[in-house]
């Protein structure tokens, strides 16, 4: 199937799904692919066609597709009852596995997605604190709820001044006066979240944060940002939430918090906690987490902890903890290489090319700002020019995913590593 012939398959699935197809692929891909097949880190298109794959289902995959010892647990799990709607061993078999491995771990709570995490979090720490408002970072995405999604991708003409940046709402049809509620700092800022803190005394209840900006060009804290948001967020009485629904089970099989070092007081996990079936997780200190039981808090979802989706992470945490870490750990130098590696080659090509990030998520920013810190800086990225590089990646068999990133997972080899740079030298080469 040729390009156009894909866009002919795209334009027959509008007929039956909104949009055309069902995934965040849809708005952003350079042209429509149809997969019909993966296995390890490679993906196969309806005709056969086969590619490395750096999307990752935007992320789940840290195992890869098809992964030997999931399809084995998810087998033989699939025979038993795949909802109770009730209790049952495997809940707390995982939670002990979470609590083992992240800090601030005290309680677990499961549910389905990302976006429901953010939803509770968002409530226990307004119900512990007895505030209204949330702080988050421009550029910060926290799934698509409505209490959640502003000020993720606003344009520069809605960004609102530095030291105040507005809170843009991200969708219509959003709740109108949800944004009133949020209130945007810039990242890596230190002396401006302390002056926006102080503008809104007693109304924070919480500060979130993905604590590596990935879904806005992979953005690393600089040294001592972190430390300094968690001592701001003491002095404010406001509580600290790291989203690691990218980062957690990605840059440490602790995640971010245990990567820098820093506890929060909840955090929300998903995408590769379950390897690629639905789930995600809130974690956090015993106090917030028990005002579910206690504290009148409501929390409810009725395929939250079923089991079909703890077997998969049940199965994907053991392979991930594994020899101390080794196959995240693996993961990161297979990133690392080829993060040096697509610098070395724009050097080669002349192309004015930043990479962010870390290992396992990165960022190719085609710019000339010799460094990045925040959202604003992401907007001076040449958009057309990455659409260029990741089609002619794409023609090369390298799928990337659609923004600029790259996600790497455990099952990359050194040979997929050679093999996509040989393929993205290449793709430099026609732009
Ligand atoms: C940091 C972060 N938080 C929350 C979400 C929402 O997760 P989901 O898409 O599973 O609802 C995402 C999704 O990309 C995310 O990256």
């Known amino acids: 199937m040729n390009w156009d012939q894909s866009r002919a398959m795209l334009q027959r699935s509008r007929q039956s799904l909104a949009g055309g197809v069902s995934s965040p692929f849809r708005a952003k891909a350079p042209v429509p692919l149809f997969f019909d097949d993966g296995k390890g880190a490679h993906l196969w298109d309806v005709d056969g ?8 289902a935007w992320g789940p995959m840290i195992l890869g597709y ?11 799990q699939v025979e038993k009852p ?46 512990c604190t007895r505030r209204p408002k949330i702080l988050k970072f421009e550029g910060h995405y926290h799934g698509w709820m409505d209490g959640a999604l502003h000020s993720y991708k606003p344009q520069e003409n809605e960004t609102g001044p530095l030291e105040a940046p507005s809170s843009v709402s991200g969708s219509r049809g959003q709740v109108a006066n949800a944004a ?15 002056r926006i803190l102080q503008a809104h005394p007693n109304e924070i209840a919480g500060i979130f944060l993905e604590p590596v900006l990935c879904n ?10 972190l430390e300094g948001v968690q001592s701001l967020a003491r002095e404010h009485g406001c509580l600290l939430v790291f989203d690691e629904v990218i980062t957690g089970f990605r840059i440490h099989t602790g995640g971010a918090q245990k990567h820098f070092g820093i506890t929060p007081d909840l955090a929300t996990f998903g995408k590769a906690v379950g390897g690629g079936v639905p789930l995600s997780v809130v974690a956090g200190k015993a106090e917030l987490m028990e005002q579910m039981f206690t504290g009148g808090v409501v929390f409810g979802g009725t395929f939250n902890g079923n089991p079909f989706s703890l077997a998969g992470a049940n199965v994907c945490l053991d392979e991930l903890s594994r020899d101390d870490g080794a196959a995240l750990r693996h993961a990161n ?30 960022y190719l920013h085609f710019t000339t700002l010799p460094e990045l810190r925040d959202y604003r800086d992401t907007l001076k990225d040449n958009r057309d020019l990455l659409q260029r590089f990741l089609l002619a990646a794409l023609g090369e068999g390298v799928i990337l995913v659609p923004d600029g990133r790259v996600y790497v997972s455990a099952v990359h080899t050194e040979q997929d590593i050679a093999a996509t740079l040989e393929r993205l030298g290449r793709a430099f080469a026609k732009l």
């Open 49 to 56: 066609n086969q590619y490395i794959d750096y999307q990752l």
């Open 66 to 76: 098809s992964h030997p010892a999931m399809v084995a647990a998810l087998k033989q």
């Open 82 to 127: 795949l909802s109770y709607g009730a209790q049952h061993p495997l809940e707390f078999t995982v939670a002990e596995k979470i609590q083992q491995m992240v800090p601030c771990a005290e309680r677990v709570a499961f549910t389905s997605s990302g976006s429901e995490t953010v939803q509770l979090a968002h409530r226990l720490v307004r119900a």
């Open 180 to 194: 009133d509620n949020v209130v945007v700092s810039p990242w890596n800022n230190l002396e401006l979240l302390s």
């Open 216 to 225: 806005s060009g992979c953005l690393m804290p600089e040294p001592g940002y």
């Open 333 to 362: 130098r297979m990133g690392e290489r080829l993060m040096d590696g697509i610098r070395s080659l724009a050097a080669q090509h002349g192309v004015a090319l930043q990479v962010t990030g870390f290992g396992t998520a990165f």
